[in-house]
Each structure stands twice: as structure tokens, then as C-alpha cells.
């Protein structure tokens, strides 16, 4: 038998669907042990939810019996290694988790671990265009002549032939491209390593390697940030590449916060650097509440929840997990699996 | 010597460009005979702006000359047909010019009319898809909270899977729907009458004859207008199109305000039967102070205006008018002929 624990809250019929996958399979799983998902499609639950000392011993005794997770386990990531002895494999519930596997120390051992890389693609792909469609359209602007009755016709923008430079041309990124083409934008990519006949290259009218990123970043009217957060990214647009962008530029971070270097992004606002910027990720969240984004009238924020879909994510979820049982049970290569050195 | 009279305000060098266009064509304007452009790309001008008693003089010997004209003359479309006796083709510069057609009492002449179709579709769908985005991912609700500085995790929507209905599957109607496709919504287009193998089945997923409205807007997430101003479309969405209309769904025009009941709409969004509208065209405009719709927090107000696209769009209708006078000149069938019976 293997034994698969569920660790993050599931609808009681995706529950049953994993259970059906095969007949070796054990699913543990109590709604009680897990954080209630304060809307559908939650993995994380309210911050002053825990579990009772019974709860607590019964979850441990479900980690110590489980071969496979399905999410990392809440209060649990830390000692993960400890009290989890017999995990071979975690299936994580967010597209980016590489932090979390490094903090439950994964990286030396040989536990599998796979992303739920995908599933939130679409949501954060609308985000950004939202971002760039309110901003060439001029959506302030009418919101408030809006407010003084005020008719006042004018010019708008088009994105017909605006370069779009997208960081990360991973699932998001090629979502975004896949999505901003069709308005007639020019899709410049930024990846680490340029491979012989990329698959990025068809979404893509150019691509760049990290490396570089300045060239990248100048001509581009748009900048999309799709890039997990590992250390090679750790402020990847830091004050120079910053300062590389073209005057008038719009940034957008659906990736993660820490990519940008958030003081000098606060810098190039103010100073009309960049037209704007509209942020789903930030260096610290929640964003402290004398961040200096928050009352910058150019900026949209976002609590880092535009992927929260409910039902789509859940669904789509479960769908990844029974294929990837399967394949384990099969002794196929996962999908989605983490690269624990790139951490992505 | 063909005279061609060029009636609103053009780019010297795209003047240059008709003038170059075949030996036998005689180009008229002076720029001071008509309205200065508001912003690049105006052809309407400032409202408070005539001509001196002299430049009338000019002008209406200009349009005593014309055989052809680029765009319909401010001041002189009633008496068209008087004043320009020679008058045999008028490329407009509107998408939509049947009813300034019928003004100039045109239907009952063999003068031909063409329109700027195609010209402003994109900048229109963009404004569309604007709408929809910023609907699906709750703008509103971000705004509200960053003036509050307030962190407030919460699910979005996608517009994955989504239904669009899109009146009208012309050059507009295609161009939004080969927008929202690329999204994983579902498109379900409106038109007069479905053809044997329609070329509009390349965009969408459905097509309903206009008839059949009711039945194409009941499952309908979104509604977008992309309808010229016609005796039939005249509130084509009457109380009874727009009760048929799904609870929450959410309204978009770029057609034309008369293909909508305005105080209907304002019903079914005080009533919570639709979720909001985005409006850039209106039964009166500029819309009254006096409109309901000024008030209304889930209601977009955009000036006639979405489709005002500097250079894109001067460009492309100088490069339209040169390939229509070209074919004028070769006796050809020109682009974008008005019916003139239809009115589109």
C-alpha cells in the first residue's frame, strides 16, 4: 500500500477521485486537521487557525505514515524531514515552490518534489493584461471624469505593435505571450538559457538570456515578471536593470516580489521613470502598510491572490495530482517536477 | 484631372501620399478650411469652430469640384448632395458611417459611399477586453482596498471558460472575438443572416441569426455590441433582449448608444440584474449630466473615444484611402462599400 496524505483542504469528491485512482493507494485525510480555506480554492487558511493537541497527534501520525503528500503539511515545513520519514514525493499546491522545499530542506535529500506549475497560469496571464489594457486605455482618466460628469473626449493608445518583454518564459510566461500576441504586441522573452529550437521561441518574436537582460528590457514598452523566486532571481531588476528600462515604461510582478528591488521600482515612479506599475507580489507581504506603493496613484495592488481561483485551481489541481499518482505508481517521470538545485 | 477633395484635417505627408497616388488625381485642401484636430488622429475638431466668410467661399468651391472625398465635409452634410454636383464617392473616416450617409441623403443617389472599417476594430476590441478583465479581477474592489491601505486576500474570477456574445461579427465583431478566444472563453456571435460555410465560423464557437437573439444571450457571461447604427439595430437590446439577458452578466458597447435601450439598461443595473456595462457610445452625446449612468459605480464611461488612436489610425486610413482611389481610378470594386440600403 502507499499512503497518501492530504494536507491542505480538498472538496470532499476531489478527495474521492484521488482515492479512485488506484487500488495500492491510502488516502489520509481529515478535513478537521487541515486549515479551513477561507474562500474556495484556499490552501492556506486564517492565520489564527490551529489544530487541537488530538489534532495535532493524529496529523503527526499521518505524516509519519505518509509516502506522498499532496501540499506541504501547515506548521509542518521546517521539520518536514523529521517527521515525515518515509516520504518519497510532495506535490505542492503552488506553481512557484521552490522557497517552501528549500525551507523544508528538501534540496539534499532525494524526496520528489513537483509544482503545481499550470494550474495558475491563465488568472495571473489575465492579471497582467488587465494591468497593460486599463493602462494604454487610460482607465484612471475615465474613472475620474467619470466622478465630475465630465465629457471630455481624447486620444487613447493602442497595444498594436508595443513590445512586451516577459521575464520567465516557464508556463506564466508563455500564457502571458500566448494571450498578448493576439493584440498585435511584440513578445520579447527573457530566459536563462537559450536551447537549440526552444519551445519558447514559439511564443516568442525574440529571445534573451539573463544575462542579457538590459538589452532586453530596453526597447520594451510593457515588462511582465513571471519568474519564481530562487537566488538567481533575488532582485534580478535591481536599480540598474531598472534604470535600463525606456522611459515610460509599465512593469508587472505575477511573479515573485523579491525579483524587483522594490525601493529602486518606488524610485522610478516617483521620478516618472516608469508610467506604472501593477503589482500581485511584493517584497514583503502583506505589504507593510507604510509602503510608499500605496499611495502611488499609478500603481495597482494586488494581495497575491489573483491566481485564487475557486473550482478552476481546485479542480485543475486534483487533475495534476491523479495523473502524477498514476505515473508514480507506474514509475514514470512526474510532471512538473522541481528542480531542487534551480529551485523551479 | 479627377478633383479630390480631402474635407478634414490630414497629416501633410499623408496628403503627399494621395497626391502621389496616380498622375490623373487633383488633391484639395487647405488645412485651414477644416476643423483642427482635437488630438492626432480627430477629424471632427473643436465644436466652437467655423469657417471665415472667405474659407466658406473656398470650401464650397472645393466640394463644386469634388468627384471624390475624403471624409464627409463638417457643415455640409445635409446639403451634400447641392453643394457637390459632381460628387460620385465619399470614403468616410468613421467604421460606422450609414448614418451620416442617410443624413446626407446618399441612399437615393448612385454616390458611392466607404467606409473606415477595419481601421478602428483593434483599438475597439481592446477596449472590450479592457472591460471584461478588469470585471473578471475585480479592479474595482482593489482600488477601494489600496485607498484604505487594507491587505485583503480574497478569490478572483477567470475568464476561462467564460461565454462572450458578440452583436454584430463584422470587422469589429472579429477582432474582439479573435482577442477572447486566446483566453478560453467561449464566443457566441450575432448576426443578420449565417451563410453556407459563414467565414464569421472562424470566430466563434456559435452563430446565432439576430432572430434567435434571445436564445444567444441567455447563457452569456458578457455581451459585447459591435452593431452599426441602423434602422434594425435601432434597440435591437430592448427591455425584453435585456431581461433574456443571464443574471450578472455584463454589458460592453462599441457599436452604436441607439442599439441599446439606455433606460432599460439603467434598470437592469439598479435592479443587480446585470453586473456593470462599459460604454463608449451612448443614445445622446455627450451624455446628458442629467444620465443616470454617471452615478452608477459598476458602470465604465468612455467618450465616444476608445477608437481615437493617434498616427495608427491616420496611417492606416491614408493607406486605406490610397488603395480606394487606386481601385476608383482601375474602375475596380472598392474596400469597405457601404450598403446603402443596410446602412453597414
Known amino acids: ?39 474556495p ?5 486564517p492565520s489564527e487557525w490551529s489544530r487541537t493537541l488530538e489534532g495535532e497527534e493524529a496529523f503527526l501520525d499521518m505524516l509519519r505514515e505518509a509516502e506522498v503528500l499532496y501540499d506541504f503539511p501547515r506548521g509542518h515545513v521546517e521539520d518536514l524531514v523529521r517527521v515525515a ?16 522545499a528549500e525551507r523544508a530542506g528538501l534540496g539534499d535529500t532525494d524526496v520528489t518534489v513537483t509544482t503545481a506549475s499550470g494550474i495558475y497560469s491563465g488568472p495571473l496571464a489575465e492579471f ?11 482607465l484612471e482618466r475615465l474613472r475620474r471624469d467619470k466622478a465630475e460628469k465630465r465629457w471630455r473626449e481624447a486620444h487613447t493608445e493602442t497595444l498594436y505593435g508595443k513590445i512586451l518583454c516577459v521575464l520567465g518564459m516557464g508556463d506564466i510566461g508563455r500564457a502571458i505571450a500566448s494571450r498578448a500576441r493576439p493584440f498585435g504586441m511584440r513578445v520579447a522573452g527573457v ?10 521561441l514559439d511564443y516568442a518574436d525574440e529571445l534573451y538570456e539573463t544575462r542579457d537582460l538590459h538589452a532586453a528590457l530596453r526597447d520594451a514598452d510593457y515588462v511582465a515578471v513571471a519568474l519564481p523566486g530562487t537566488p538567481e532571481t533575488h532582485r534580478l531588476l535591481d536599480p540598474a536593470a531598472i ?13 515573485r516580489g523579491r525579483v524587483v528591488d522594490e525601493a529602486a521600482l518606488v524610485e522610478a515612479l516617483e521620478a516618472g521613470h516608469l508610467a506604472g506599475a501593477a503589482l500581485d507580489v511584493f517584497e514583503e507581504e502583506p505589504l507593510p502598510e507604510e509602503s510608499p506603493l500605496w499611495d502611488r496613484e499609478n500603481v495597482i495592488i494586488s494581495p497575491h491572490s489573483t491566481d485564487n481561483v475557486p473550482g478552476l485551481t481546485n479542480e485543475l489541481q486534483a487533475e495534476l495530482f491523479r495523473e502524477n499518482l498514476r505515473r508514480y505508481l507506474d514509475g514514470e517521470p512526474l510532471v512538473n517536477e522541481l528542480d531542487k538545485k534551480l529551485l523551479y
Chains 1, 2 share one sequence.
Open 191 to 200: 530566459k536563462r538559457k537559450i536551447r537549440a529550437k526552444d519551445p519558447a
Open 128 to 138: 497582467v493584461m488587465m494591468a497593460l489594457l486599463q493602462h494604454i486605455k487610460n
Open 41 to 45: 480554492g484556499d490552501h492556506v487558511g
Open 1 to 39: 500500500m502507499i499512503d497518501v496524505a492530504i494536507t491542505s483542504y480538498l472538496e470532499e469528491e476531489h478527495v474521492e477521485s484521488i482515492r479512485a485512482v488506484d487500488g495500492r493507494v491510502r488516502v489520509l485525510y481529515r478535513e478537521d486537521l487541515v486549515p479551513p480555506p477561507r474562500w
Open 243 to 255: 534604470s535600463a528600462m525606456k522611459q515610460g515604461a509599465y512593469l508587472v510582478n505575477v511573479g
Open 85 to 100: 520519514p518515509r516520504l518519497r514525493w510532495v506535490q505542492a499546491s503552488m506553481a512557484g515552490a521552490g522557497e517552501v
